[in-house]
């Protein structure tokens, strides 16, 4: 269902800014609760939320039910290091495993039959990072989770599977924008500093976004939590600490949508990630977020977390730091995101072992 946008009240606009975990395999009342106070744009589903096909399918079910406008149902299926799914099908092969656009279209198929299936309609998929050899030899959390070992190989590989997977019904997201390929440190845990000048962020890691972005096939961008020190761009907040890329003007509404022209939808990283959690409180992240450009938030577990970043951005716009037409911008191009949404596929339990013997088959392909 989806509302015209002046017929929405300010929570209503606001819930739908937000992207949000939940903490069980059921909608239990608490979780009921949360959706009927936040009404959030978007749930994302992990490992906890997963038991088996049939319960997913429900679940999924309940929460387009529960909610008055039609939320995305996304995940994190990677494949490899990042695969949600190991409890219902086979273990899927990692991006890095990729080495042909043939491939890159065969994993997006069958990543996109799994999630149709099971009533997901977005996956926060491709990760674009660009690893090379160097870049490899760090433990940044992202090994094998990219396509490609250099900056047009991921274009190529990732702007393929992307493109695939969006014909099969499934939207994708590229991640995380600027690009986290040279990070030594994983930002799950603190903020990375990534020592890379304007020259190598653009002949390297913007490499993917310029291309997808030019095709016009790129839908949605995640934002990392980063620190780009030897950039023009990066800014400082008010302590003089170095602001997180995910709530940066510069790198949000100045180099992603004024110089790169990027009209889709935009989305943090986790905000609950020791890149941010360490530095800012989950409402002054939010509200820094919006002013930064960011359409959406993710708050991916604490419920708490998720109410605290929901009243924040709601006082700043009641208090008029947040004007409510930047609310109605990004409002704006999540409707007409939501308008690209496909019409749920038939849930097919047959279909899961299908699926299944195609992964293995795919997986022992590329073993030889």
Known sequence: ?????????????????????IPGADLDEATRELLDEIQPGGVCLFARNIRDAERTRALIADLKAALPIEPFISIDQEGGLVDRLRRIVEPMPAANKIRTKAEARRLARIIATCLR????????????????????????????????????????LAGEFLREMQDEGIIGCLKHFPGLGASRVDSHEELPIIDVDDAELETVDLIPYRSILASGSARMVMTAHAGFPLSRMQERDENGKLLPSSLSKNFISRLLRRDMGFQGVSITDDLEMGAIEKNYGIADACVRA?????????ICAEPEKIRAGFDGVTFAVESQQIAESRVDES?????????????????DLSRIPDISVEIREFTNDLDR
């Open 1 to 21: 269902m989806t509302q015209p946008l002046d017929s929405l009240p300010l929570p209503q606009k606001i819930g739908q800014l937000f992207f949000i975990g």
């Open 117 to 156: 299936t099971l009533g997901f309609n977005m996956n926060f998929a491709p990760v674009v990072d660009v690893i090379d050899a160097k870049r490899a030899e760090t433990s940044n959390g992202l090994y094998s989770r990219s396509f490609g070992e250099c900056a047009n190989q991921t274009a190529e």
């Open 290 to 298: 919006i002013e930064a450009g960011q359409d959406m938030l993710a």
């Open 331 to 347: 409002r704006a191009r999540i409707a007409s995101l939501k308008a690209q949404i496909a019409r749920s596929a038939n849930f």
